[in-house]
């Protein structure tokens, strides 16, 4: 399915739409041309809960929280042990609009919350 970008991925400002695909239960990817990010459900790993703020909830048309998905980017290492996950900005998906952002979490407000996590911390809760 084809999403639109409300809000860019940081670093990646000139791509404005993405395809979604989803992988299994815990992964998805989206993609663009040569681009393409894998992501997880972050509810698969850890404890992960953050307010919106409502000028995303504007651009996504959030009616109801049920209306969306969040999912943060892992970088895969070939050595799963070695992956990472950005927790600190979360991509948020509005799959009934087919809209998406990405936005970066306030750092004092949400400090549990790394730009950088090892995997390794939560695979036990992929079991």
Same mark, same amino acid.
């Given at each position: ?50 307010? /919106?703020?409502?000028?995303? $909830? &504007?651009? =996504? ?5 049920? %209306?969306?998905?969040? +999912? ?18 979360? /991509?948020?998906?509005?799959? $009934? &609009?087919? =809209? ?5 979490? %306030?750092?004092?407000? +949400? ?17």
């Amino acid at each position: 399915m084809k999403i639109k970008i409300v809000a860019p991925i940081f670093g990646f400002e000139n791509i404005d739409e993405v395809v979604f695909e989803e992988v299994d239960e815990f992964f998805v990817k989206i993609s663009s041309g040569d681009v393409s990010f894998t992501m997880i459900d972050p509810s698969k790993l850890r404890m992960y809960s953050f307010d /919106i703020p409502l000028y995303y $909830k &504007e651009l =996504l048309k959030i009616d109801k929280d049920k %209306d969306i998905k969040v +999912y943060n980017i892992i970088i895969i290492s070939s050595d799963i042990q070695k992956s990472t996950v950005n927790f600190a900005a979360p /991509i948020i998906v509005n799959k $009934k &609009e087919k =809209l998406l952002v990405q936005i970066a979490l %306030d750092g004092v407000k +949400y400090k549990e919350f790394g730009l950088n996590e090892p995997i390794s911390e939560y695979l036990w809760n992929l079991q």
